[in-house]
């Protein structure tokens, strides 16, 4: 499939969203010297003003607060996760040692596999090293030579690099649209697949999963759900949205999840069949020749699973921040998309004003996400917050102040 791509962002118009790729067509007026075309698209992208840099993120006693991490339930430093993970590294050693094949299984990642899957409703569950490598392994596995991929327009990147990498055709639909999504299901006619997200992550807003779910049952494909923003956040108790949806434990829906938002951790899984949980293990290369997960971020996972078990009030209490940031924006007269799960964004009217902003935020204190092309779909910056469940009113209110006093006028 042939690709259009911005000269300096990469932004492709298939097989899914605006990429973060350097653009393919770069090399063409290239220097001869091995990396000197690299110099001009550093001058683009500083033009551009779209220049990414990396900033250490201080310490909790800092006193900066976080709405940029993806920290939803407020567990990443709750201290029976933090134990979790320490206790499973004095048990089990600093990393894995090797691939889930050889070395890199412990009874800790079976456990996990396992209360993942009761938790979620599913049958079985297979823990991978990142949410990304668990996206890479679930699409490129289960769209073989000859499938059709539909793939919605706002997918995450993880979500469009596996369609790349399948041997499968994909065909990118607009963006929550079942009925475009029945119309190339009706023109393709052999095995398919439907590959979206169930939250999005730039503007927060949910998939229609129940239609695409019955639109997919129509023509026999099967559904790969990124549930990534949805574990924790919706669902009874934080199950996530597909069992909200009423899918859990479905034989033709498969779930994809990272452990690195609500459960406080890293690392990532896919939930479903059996069947198709004991082929990943035999055809998933991210599975099969990457290293496990680390012993500490299993250990940490599956603390915060149970905690979360306890305390299912903290999924609607996140939902409830969600919601009054939402409100309190808007009251300020500033373009808030209202959110479906933990995700609010706040548009900017350029990237430069969105990285000015997100700084001037940071210089009061408020760490803030700054969403520009080419990672947001639509071409539109915006400042992106995440709403936690341990986050007070004073918080909301303070935070609120700072990102309306700072705002672009």
């Keep these: 499939m042939s690709t259009n791509r911005h000269p300096v962002t990469g932004a492709s118009t298939a097989p899914g969203r605006a990429s973060d790729d350097a653009s393919d067509d770069a090399l063409g007026d290239a220097p001869r010297t091995a990396f000197g075309w690299l110099d001009e698209q550093a001058r683009l992208r500083a033009d551009a003003g779209l220049v990414r840099t990396l900033r250490p993120r201080p310490a909790a006693a800092d006193g900066l607060l976080d709405l940029a991490g993806n920290d939803y339930l407020g567990l990443t430093r709750h201290p029976e996760v933090t134990e979790g993970a320490a206790a499973a590294a004095r048990r089990w050693g600093g990393g894995a040692t090797g691939s889930r094949l050889v070395t890199g299984s ?15 409703g599913a049958e079985a569950a297979l823990v991978f ?28 990147a993880s979500l469009i690099d596996g369609c790349r990498l399948a041997r499968g055709t994909t065909q990118v639909v607009p963006h929550a649209d079942p009925e475009a999504v029945r119309k190339t299901l009706d023109a393709h006619g052999g095995h398919a697949v439907l590959v979206s997200d169930s939250v999005f992550s730039v503007d927060g807003d949910m998939a229609p999963l129940a239609e695409l779910a019955a639109v997919c049952r129509g023509f026999g494909a099967g559904l790969i759900v990124d549930d990534a923003h949805g ?79 306890r305390e ?57 996400g700054c969403f520009r092309p080419p990672s947001v779909p639509d071409g539109i910056s915006r400042l992106r917050l995440t709403a936690r469940a341990d986050l007070t009113d004073a918080q909301i209110a303070g935070a609120v102040r700072v990102i309306s006093r700072n705002a672009p006028r």
């Design 106 to 120: 412990t009874e800790l990642h079976a456990e996990l596999e396992r209360e993942l899957a009761d938790f979620c």
């Design 129 to 156: 090293s990142s949410g990304y490598a668990a996206n890479l392994a679930a699409v490129t596995a289960l769209a073989p030579h000859g499938s059709l991929i539909v793939s919605d327009a706002g997918n995450h």
């Design 231 to 309: 574990l924790g956040v919706l669902g009874d108790g934080g199950r996530g949205a597909p069992y909200a949806a009423g899918l859990a434990g479905a034989d033709d829906t498969v779930v994809t999840l990272t452990l690195s938002k609500s459960l406080g951790s890293q690392g990532g899984a896919v939930l479903g069949p059996a069947r198709v949980i004991e082929h990943l293990v035999n055809a998933a290369r991210t599975f099969i020749f990457d290293t496990g997960l680390a012993p500490a971020a299993a250990g940490a996972a599956l603390a915060a699973l149970r905690l979360l078990r």
């Design 312 to 368: 299912p009030g903290r999924a609607a209490r996140a939902r409830e921040v969600a919601a009054e940031l939402h409100r309190r924006l808007t009251a300020e007269g500033l373009s808030a998309v209202r959110p479906d799960a933990a995700v609010v964004s706040v548009r900017a009217p350029s990237p430069e004003r969105a990285v000015r902003w997100a700084a001037d935020c940071r210089a009061e204190g408020l760490a803030v």
